[in-house]
């Protein structure tokens, strides 16, 4: 989006004509050369990711900070250096190529990966035009990949990434990749956790702390690790010694990168050995917690729409800053709940009704306003009333009178970010 906002004016509350005639021209040339551009968007923070999405808030924030101390002691606009895309600029992207431009868009329901791979798979996709490198862990049937940040748009020109060749030098296969994606750090598991295991691979090298550095160690070690589903418990005790918390995040940060075939002959390979028994033996004797599995095995039994395993590994992931939060969702009738599941997936209504309707944790972004100045309510307090209303409408139908939900709305305010719980009532 940053890229297609081009050099518009953004500071003063956006140039939506301007951006929509960019979408448009962008579409244009991919249909030019008989390209059907298909759009997916990511949904809702899987709670795993949530202290990292709490993390860029906080970074953001900094920025829309710099950008009014440059307002207030220049008196110029700022520089690109500081761009910060205008407000809700996501949600009218959707709408816009939905209704304006009649492309094709799938709004996810968490984050949109699994559901990009898994859809290039069924359609025989030309490829991905992505900047994640998660991309590069799966098989290359996919597609192949493209850079989106190295993409000029006007001429269509960018890079591509040899899949198969990343592949073959580092000799790892779709699963050893998942494993060493998490092994170098990711949303789900941080680099900092990391950073024992890291310092403990560069040991009696000369060899620096780059990603560049550790990419290979790390991929020898995965490669003399990991020779099974049942080993790769061992590697994620192997790697966090100690603290069975870190395990479980390491755990679902390879399970998260698996397609649905490669998870089924995870769960399949625990069956068959029964209690753990042979992730005991590769480890040199002690007991093995089936636990874990279990709540796999439950997570692909009742889809949760490909997002990491709830429960003791979601916790674990979540941030400090968290609050303790009854939440009270709304009885909302099936039917309903499906239509509204199904228009929000194909980017048909704005992004907060099914969220909404299903009681799913809501996410405010940083808005572009100086919540230092405290003459002014920040933006999420002034809306608060008027969110009450709206969605006491939206859930009015068939609520019982003098019902309250409570909907988690995770919103940024100064400049430390606070988890609050909103209730609505109706």
Not at 9 to 20: K, N, S
Not at 45 to 64: A, F, M
Not at 366 to 395: A, H, T
Request: with cysteine; glycine share 8%.
């Amino acid at each position: 989006m940053r890229k297609l906002y081009g050099k518009l004016d953004w500071c003063m509350g956006g140039q939506w004509q301007g951006y929509v005639e960019h979408l448009k021209d962008f579409v244009a040339k991919f249909h030019r050369f008989r390209i059907q551009p298909i759009f997916f968007f990511d949904g809702s923070v899987g709670g795993t990711k949530r202290s990292v999405w709490v993390e860029r808030r906080k970074q953001k924030t900094n920025t829309v900070r710099r950008v009014f101390d440059h307002i207030n002691n220049l008196a110029t606009p700022p520089g690109r250096n500081l761009f910060v895309l205008p407000s809700n600029a996501s949600s009218f992207t959707i709408l816009a190529l939905h209704y304006i431009i009649k492309a094709t868009v799938y709004y996810s329901l968490g984050e949109a990966d699994k559901e990009i791979v898994d859809f290039c798979l069924k359609n025989k996709c030309l490829g991905i035009l992505t900047q994640d490198s998660d991309f590069m862990i799966f098989d290359t049937s996919i597609g192949r990949i493209f850079s989106a940040e190295k993409l000029n748009y006007h001429i269509l020109f960018t890079v591509e990434y040899n899949v198969r060749l990343i592949h073959q030098k580092l000799g790892l296969d779709p699963t050893g990749m998942a494993c060493l994606a998490s092994a170098l750090g990711n949303d789900v598991v941080s680099v900092k956790k990391l950073k024992g295991f890291h310092t403990k691979i560069l040991a009696g090298t000369s060899a620096g702390t780059s990603t560049s550095d550790l990419v290979p160690r790390i991929a020898d070690y995965i490669l003399k690790k990991v020779s099974g589903w049942s080993s790769i418990q061992v590697l994620a005790a192997d790697i966090f010694p100690g603290s069975k918390n870190s395990q479980m995040l390491f755990m679902s940060s390879v399970w998260s990168y698996l397609l649905d075939d490669a998870r089924r002959a995870w769960i399949a390979e625990e069956r068959s050995s029964g209690s753990g028994d042979t992730v005991a033996e590769a480890s040199g004797g002690g007991s093995v917690e089936p636990e874990l599995f279990q709540e796999f095995e439950r997570i692909l039994t009742v889809s949760d729409g490909g997002n990491a395993p709830r429960g003791a590994a979601s916790t674990a992931g979540a941030s400090s800053t968290s609050l303790a939060v009854t939440v009270v969702k709304p009885q909302v009738d099936p039917e309903v709940l499906h239509i509204a599941k199904t228009h929000h997936i194909a980017g048909d209504n704005h992004t907060l009704i099914y969220n909404v309707l299903s009681g799913e944790e809501i996410d405010s972004g940083e808005s572009l306003e100086d919540q230092r100045n405290l003459d002014l309510p920040s933006s999420p307090c002034l809306y608060l009333p008027i969110k009450q209303y709206l969605f006491g409408l939206l859930l009015g139908v068939g609520a019982p009178k003098g019902t309250c939900y409570t909907f988690v709305c995770k919103i940024i305010i100064a400049v430390t970010p606070v988890l609050r719980d909103h209730s609505f009532m109706h």
